[in-house]
C-alpha cells in the first residue's frame, strides 16, 4: 500500500513557474514507477508526464513537452513536476499516481496502468 500526498499549488501568471511534489509513504517508493496527470473543470484526467522507478526515464505528454520536467528523489520518497512557461490552460488539479508493475514509461500514459493516486492539488494560471 502506498499513499501519495501532493503539494505545491497555487494560483500564477501566465509564463510563471510552479513546482509539485508528491510525497509518497508506505511500500518502498523506489518500487513504483510515477506519473503525473491534470484534469481541467470538464475534461477528462489526462497524462502530463512519467518517471521511471530509477528516474533513469522520464515521457512527457506533447502538450507540456519543453516546458514541464519530472523528477523524483528516492531518498526522500518524492517525486516532483516543475512546470515553467505556465499557461491559462495548464490550470487544473494535478494528481500523481503509483504504478508497482514493470512497464516502459511510454506505456503508462492512462489512469488504468496505475495501482494508487494522491488528492490532488489545484494549479490556476491567469492570463
Known amino acids: 500500500q502506498v499513499q501519495l500526498v501532493e503539494s505545491g499549488g497555487g494560483l500564477v501568471q501566465a509564463g510563471g513557474s510552479l513546482r509539485l511534489s508528491c510525497a509518497a509513504s508506505?511500500?518502498?517508493?523506489?518500487?513504483?514507477?510515477m506519473g503525473w496527470f491534470r484534469q481541467a473543470p470538464g475534461k477528462e484526467r489526462e497524462f502530463v508526464a512519467a518517471?521511471?522507478?530509477?528516474?533513469?526515464?522520464?515521457y512527457y505528454a506533447d502538450s507540456v513537452k519543453g516546458r514541464f520536467t519530472i523528477s523524483r528523489d528516492n531518498a526522500k520518497n518524492t517525486v516532483y513536476l516543475q512546470m515553467n512557461s505556465l499557461k491559462p490552460e495548464d490550470t487544473a488539479v494535478y494528481y500523481c499516481?503509483?504504478?508497482?508493475?514493470?512497464?516502459?514509461?511510454?506505456?503508462?500514459?492512462?489512469?488504468?496502468?496505475?495501482?494508487?493516486w494522491g488528492q490532488g492539488t489545484q494549479v490556476t494560471v491567469s492570463s
Open positions: 499516481a503509483a504504478r508497482f508493475t514493470i512497464m516502459p514509461v511510454n506505456r503508462v500514459t492512462t489512469e488504468e496502468r496505475y495501482d494508487y
Open positions: 508506505g511500500r518502498s517508493f523506489s518500487s513504483y514507477a
Open positions: 518517471i521511471s522507478r530509477s528516474g533513469g526515464t522520464t
